[in-house]
Nanobody, 129 residues
Framework: QVQLVESGGGLVQAGGSLKLSCATS????????MGWFRQAPGKEREFVSG????????QYADSVKGRFTISRDNAKNTVYLQMNSLKPEDTATYYC??????????????????????WGQGTQVTVSS
């Protein structure tokens, strides 16, 4: 069973950048499909980016397209989310998520949080105007 730990959140001014990391342990990292989600206060969790696995091309939410980039380093068992041109509406708790590749692709719902069984504890991102 994989464990996920996010880091890299913080307070940043609008227009700034942050790079989130999600370190994994406990299982073979390259067997897992990874994604990023976020949840703002009073709102439902929403998809940000993913899935990233092998040679697949990840998707991005329209609200972050062109500003955020997901990547993974299998040697470091880590997935990243580079966030540029941050806006106040990006303020949220950001979560990374993981799912073994076979059941993930069987479900064929890559932007659905229910496609991922394993979640980190989240890292807070606050963007001031």
């Amino acid at each position: 069973q994989v464990q996920l730990v996010e880091s890299g959140g913080g307070l940043v001014q609008a227009g700034g950048s942050l790079k989130l990391s999600c370190a994994t342990s406990g299982s073979t990292f390259n067997h897992y499909v990874m994604g990023w989600f976020r949840q703002a206060p009073g709102k439902e969790r929403e998809f940000v980016s993913g899935p990233i696995w092998s040679s697949t091309s990840p998707q991005y939410a329209d609200s972050v397209k062109g500003r955020f980039t997901i990547s993974r380093d299998n040697a470091k068992n880590t997935v990243y989310l580079q966030m540029n041109s941050l806006k106040p509406e990006d303020t949220a708790t950001y979560y990374c998520a993981a799912e073994p590749s076979y059941p993930f692709w069987q479900r064929q719902a890559p932007a659905d949080g229910a496609s991922y069984r394993y979640w980190g504890q989240g890292t807070q991102v606050t963007v001031s105007s």
